[in-house]
Nanobody, 124 residues
């Protein structure tokens, strides 16, 4: 069984920065892509960013472009999310996701594995 474990969440003031990390453990799997999603209270989960290892394609939600940067290590199935210029509306639980199967659309997936989430709270 594959587990994805996120870390790095916390409380930060608006304008501040946080760096989220996600590492895979358990059964070894070869990921096709890894990404970050978030869910704010009372809202549906939404796509934040993803990276397709083959070709190094990276996609961001419009709401985070220019502020967030996704990076990672394919061999280690590790992915990071550097979040700068944080806003109160970025407050959410952030989830790491990994997919083994080819995806045409990194927003839609399919993602096979999900982490438990890490809370990010941005105060105004």
């Amino acid at each position: 069984q594959v587990q994805l474990v996120e870390s790095g969440g916390g409380l930060v003031q608006a304008g501040g920065s946080l760096r989220l990390s996600c590492a895979a453990s358990g059964r070894t799997f070869k990921s096709y892509a890894m990404g970050w999603f978030r869910q704010a209270p009372g809202k549906e989960r939404e796509f934040v960013a993803a990276i397709r290892w083959s070709g190094g394609n990276i996609y961001y939600a419009d709401s985070v472009k220019g502020r967030f940067t996704i990076s990672g290590d394919n061999a280690k199935n590790t992915v990071y999310l550097q979040m700068n210029s944080l806003k109160p509306e970025d407050t959410a639980v952030y989830y790491c996701a990994g997919g083994q199967r080819p995806m045409y659309d990194l927003v839609a997936g399919p993602y096979d594995y999900w982490g438990q989430g890490t809370q990010v709270t941005v105060s105004s």
